[in-house]
């Protein structure tokens, strides 16, 4: 190949990467469109309502962007290990294992200070890491399934980590009725620009930890080999790189990535852990929308994320203001993720049948 038909065709797949994620996002809103429609509703004062209460207005604003830091995170974090070939769909339980751990350290630590909240994200981090590492291991031991024990285990930790707000860290000095830890001392919360919203140093936290992983994966020797073993593990294995210490390393990292998100939400905006805190708000499963529509790019997940954390806050804006179920919004951000995995799954077809679709 020329220089000029290589440029080419990276010309062409970067138009790829542009459109597809665009004209995915266009079809999700022409079918939210048409569902209004049925209703009775007109979609433009609809979306020009949701638009309007996600992104122009500075509270909702700040709503949104604080709703998109664990997601971008939790994105980024099974980006790390999809990448790689090995699929994560655990960090859901993993963000409630790093956020209890975490929370724990918070209030039984006798030392209440700014310091004591970076000891607890690395406790956070490290219980997401060893969380994620018990379905690697037993995939690497007895080959089970890493989609399904990660998946299944999901389950285990809701039930596990809903437990000790249940019974031995219940906060009892509030509503006996709420499931819910003590408050983290006020020395250990991420400070806020306003006491109109949650708007805190942890959006611009998570921001620059995305940025961090992006340069971690795109300039690091770990990030080439990472996405070499995605690519072609036979290959990678020819070429010295350790299947087994690859599958550990990234699956580690996604847990632990998905562990710093939960204290995000925690130290930034909650200061406290609340039953069902991570199953109910979905911040994994929207996390991993954005990854899928970003193609496991972080900066494009962190762009996605928050574009989906808007349609949400939009989505809730909606009920109030045009009298529309809030689940409008799930369904457009479904149809966008649907519109991308067909779009993958024919990426897929075609390589796998030489090129000829």
Same mark, same amino acid.
């Given at each position: 190949? &020329?220089?000029?038909?290589?440029? +080419?065709?990276?010309?062409?797949?970067?138009?790829?990467?542009?459109?597809?994620?665009?004209?995915?996002? @266009? $079809?999700?809103?022409?079918?939210?469109?048409?569902?209004?429609?049925?209703?009775?509703?007109?979609?433009?004062?609809?979306? /020009?309502?949701?638009?309007?209460?996600?992104?122009?207005?500075?509270?909702?604003?700040?709503?949104?962007?604080?709703?998109?830091?664990?997601?971008?995170?939790?994105?980024?974090?099974?980006?790390?290990?999809?990448?790689?070939?090995?699929?994560?769909?655990?960090?859901?339980?993993? %963000?409630?294992?790093?956020?209890?751990?975490?929370?724990?350290?918070?209030?039984?630590?006798?030392?209440?200070?700014?310091? &004591?909240?970076?000891?607890?994200?690395?406790?956070?981090?490290?219980?997401?890491?060893?969380?994620?590492?018990?379905?690697?291991?037993?995939?690497?031991?007895?080959?089970?399934?890493?989609? =399904?024990?990660? @998946?299944?285990?999901?389950?285990? *930790?809701?039930?596990?980590?809903?437990?000790?707000?249940?019974?031995?860290?219940?906060?009892?000095?509030?509503?006996?009725?709420?499931?819910?830890?003590?408050?983290?001392?006020?020395?250990?919360?991420?400070?806020?620009?306003?006491?109109?919203?949650? #708007?805190?140093?942890?959006?611009?936290?998570?921001? +620059?930890?995305?940025?961090?992983?992006?340069?971690?994966?795109?300039?690091?020797?770990?990030?080439?080999?990472?996405?070499?073993?995605?690519?072609?593990?036979?290959?990678?294995?020819?070429?010295?790189?350790?299947?087994?210490?690859? #599958?550990? *390393?990234?699956?580690?990292?996604?847990?632990?990535?998905?562990?710093?998100?939960?204290?995000?939400?925690?130290?930034? +905006?909650?200061? /406290?852990?609340?039953?069902? %805190?991570? *199953? &109910?708000? $979905?911040?994994?499963?929207?996390?991993? #929308?954005? #990854?899928?529509?970003?193609?496991?790019?972080?900066?494009?997940?962190? !762009?996605?994320? =928050?574009?989906?954390?808007?349609?949400?806050?939009?989505?809730? +804006?909606?009920?109030?203001?045009?009298?529309?179920? %809030?689940?409008?919004?799930?369904?457009?951000?479904?149809?966008?993720?649907?519109? !991308?995995?067909?779009?993958?799954?024919?990426?897929? *077809?075609?390589?796998?049948?030489?090129?000829?679709?």
């Amino acid at each position: 190949m &020329t220089d000029s038909s290589i440029k +080419a065709l990276q010309r062409k797949r970067m138009l790829q990467n542009i459109l597809s994620p665009v004209i995915a996002i @266009l $079809g999700g809103l022409m079918l939210g469109a048409l569902i209004m429609l049925a209703v009775g509703t007109s979609p433009l004062y609809a979306y /020009r309502q949701m638009f309007a209460k996600s992104f122009l207005d500075p509270y909702y604003l700040a709503q949104t962007l604080v709703r998109s830091a664990p997601i971008m995170l939790s994105g980024v974090g099974a980006a790390v290990a999809w990448r790689a070939g090995y699929i994560n769909l655990g960090m859901q339980g993993q %963000m409630c294992v790093g956020g209890l751990c975490a929370t724990l350290v918070a209030l039984f630590f006798p030392v209440k200070t700014p310091l &004591t909240t970076i000891l607890c994200f690395a406790v956070g981090m490290a219980a997401g890491a060893l969380w994620a590492l018990i379905p690697t291991f037993l995939d690497y031991k007895f080959n089970a399934s890493l989609i =399904i024990t990660t @998946l299944m285990l999901n389950y285990a *930790t809701n039930y596990i980590t809903d437990y000790f707000v249940a019974y031995p860290i219940k906060d009892t000095a509030g509503d006996g009725l709420a499931f819910q830890s003590p408050q983290i001392d006020a020395a250990m919360r991420f400070f806020r620009f306003s006491k109109k919203n949650a #708007m805190n140093i942890g959006v611009f936290v998570a921001i +620059a930890a995305v940025v961090l992983i992006y340069f971690i994966l795109k300039k690091t020797r770990f990030g080439y080999e990472s996405k070499i073993t995605g690519l072609n593990r036979k290959f990678a294995s020819y070429g010295g790189i350790k299947s087994a210490k690859m #599958m550990f *390393t990234t699956m580690g990292l996604s847990g632990a990535i998905c562990g710093f998100a939960a204290c995000i939400e925690i130290f930034g +905006a909650r200061y /406290r852990y609340v039953n069902a %805190m991570f *199953t &109910t708000t $979905g911040y994994a499963w929207t996390g991993l #929308m954005a #990854m899928l529509i970003a193609k496991y790019n972080p900066l494009l997940t962190l !762009v996605y994320s =928050i574009f989906l954390a808007g349609l949400s806050i939009g989505g809730q +804006a909606l009920q109030r203001a045009v009298g529309l179920p %809030m689940q409008i919004s799930d369904i457009i951000q479904c149809c966008i993720t649907l519109f !991308v995995s067909v779009k993958i799954v024919l990426d897929f *077809t075609v390589f796998s049948k030489g090129g000829k679709a």
